[in-house]
Each structure stands twice: as C-alpha cells, then as structure tokens.
C-alpha cells in the first residue's frame, strides 16, 4: 500500500500584503505536493490563484 502522505502550510498574514507575496503565491504552483493555507484579515487582491492555495478571512480574534 501506497502512503500519499499530504503537507500543508499554513499562514497567519496581518497587517498588509508585503511587496512579495504575489510572487510567494505564484510560487507555490510550482510545490503541488503541497498545500497552502493563508488565514488573513485581508481580502484577497490577487489574480490566478493557484489550486493549491486557499485564502480564508480570518481575524486575530479568531
């Protein structure tokens, strides 16, 4: 049997977007054995998500 073990990355982002993550998130196409999870406060302003990347709103109170 075949063990399909999974990662997932999850991410607590406050505040604002720095310069980079759109490049972080375009990067993450390229790991598809991986999972990212960003839980944030901000709404999401980028285009072509990859599907290995969920944005989820999120408060710090939360």
């Known amino acids: 049997m075949e063990n399909k073990s999974k990662i997932i ?3 607590l982002f406050g ?3 720095a310069w980079y993550i759109p490049h972080f998130i ?3 196409k390229f790991n598809p054995s991986i ?3 960003i839980l944030t ?3 999401p302003k ?4 990859p599907q290995n990347v969920t944005i989820k709103d999120y ?4």
């Not at 408060?59 to 939360?62: D, F, L, P, R, V």
Request: aromatic share 22%; charged share 25%.
């Open 41 to 43: 406060d901000l709404s």
């Open 9 to 11: 990355f999850i991410i």
């Open 15 to 17: 505040g604002d977007y």
């Open 26 to 28: 375009k990067s993450c």
């Open 35 to 37: 999972d990212f999870l």
């Open 59 to 62: 408060s710090i109170y939360e």
């Open 46 to 49: 980028f285009k072509n998500i």
